[in-house]
């Protein structure tokens, strides 16, 4: 019997899957890559990546055909250019993957209203963003002009208005849970989003918005708690991906080692989010 393939091995195989995602692989294909059985293949790489590889191989595609749409490609060339087979292979994933048809993707945001507002907050500068439905941006930076530019990025083709005073109450609403939960006053904080996220991702983002006030969970207990506990890396990655900080306390994750590990709004920010909190808690 052939044993399971390393964590060498398994990382090499992703490197090969994400430079050659475009192309028709099989599992056999890359379980003689690997060097062992197409089901040793499939036990090992959901061990130690989170989802099969079939399932990672889509990840990649519909990553790359997510860009070529954000980039103006046709849809159609989109599709057969990330390595989908047929366009309805991707219209059977949009729901999971993009939370709206490639075309309305394509459109980056077309037709969508959001209103924004920059702030300032004991952590830096912040925006909010929303739609009618809830929040859909909420990031940190230097500048407002810096936050404006992601926030037109994530959306190339939205209506970006700024909020007006008088705020209308429900962004109001908003507003104040915000500024009370980073002032200490609200530790839990329950406000609507209408952002976009994978399956992998929603689970992660659900788990975060469980872990108490003043607390911190490593990347493996997040993964442990999702039921996939060799995807540590996959929840960094879902972390990262984030579009809505604080909602979602993904600065409530560090490393194993106790070191902070990343946070894309800067390891000061995390630092003091985490100090604060915990000092309210005392």
Not at 25 to 47: E, I, M, N, W, Y
Not at 91 to 101: A, H, N, Q, S, V
Request: proline fraction near 6%.
């Amino acid at each position: 019997m052939r044993p399971p393939a390393s964590q060498d091995r398994i990382r090499s195989l992703c490197d090969y899957i994400d430079q050659h995602s475009d192309e028709p692989l099989t599992l056999r294909d890359l379980s003689a890559r690997a060097g062992v059985s197409p089901f040793h293949l499939q036990r090992s790489f959901k061990a130690a990546v989170g989802m099969s590889p079939r399932q990672y191989l889509q990840a990649r595609r519909m990553k790359a055909f997510k860009a070529k749409l954000k980039a103006g490609q046709d849809v159609t060339a989109a599709i057969y250019d990330a390595g989908f087979g047929s366009s309805s292979r991707v219209y059977e994933r949009t729901g999971e993957r993009l939370g709206m048809t490639p075309g309305e993707y394509r459109r980056a945001g077309r037709d969508l209203r959001i209103t924004y507002v920059s702030v300032p907050s004991p952590v830096g500068r912040m925006m909010i963003a929303a739609t009618d439905r809830g929040l859909c941006f909420l990031e940190f930076g230097e500048t407002e002009e810096e936050l404006f530019a992601a926030l037109r990025e994530e959306y190339a083709q939205a209506t970006l208005e700024p909020m007006r005073k008088p705020y209308p109450k429900p962004f109001r609403d908003w507003m104040d849970a915000l500024s009370e939960h980073l002032a200490g006053h609200r530790p839990r904080l329950d406000l609507p989003v209408d952002i976009q996220a994978t399956v992998f991702q929603a689970r992660v983002w659900r788990y975060l918005q469980s872990i108490p006030y003043g607390e911190v969970r490593t990347y493996h207990q997040v993964a442990e708690a999702i039921g996939q506990p060799t995807a540590s890396r996959a929840v960094g990655s879902a972390c990262a991906s984030n579009p809505v900080s604080i909602v979602i306390p993904c600065h409530r994750v560090i490393r194993g080692d106790g070191g902070l590990g990343g946070y894309r709004w800067g390891l000061g920010r995390k630092r003091a989010l985490i100090e604060r909190e915990r000092a309210d808690t005392l």
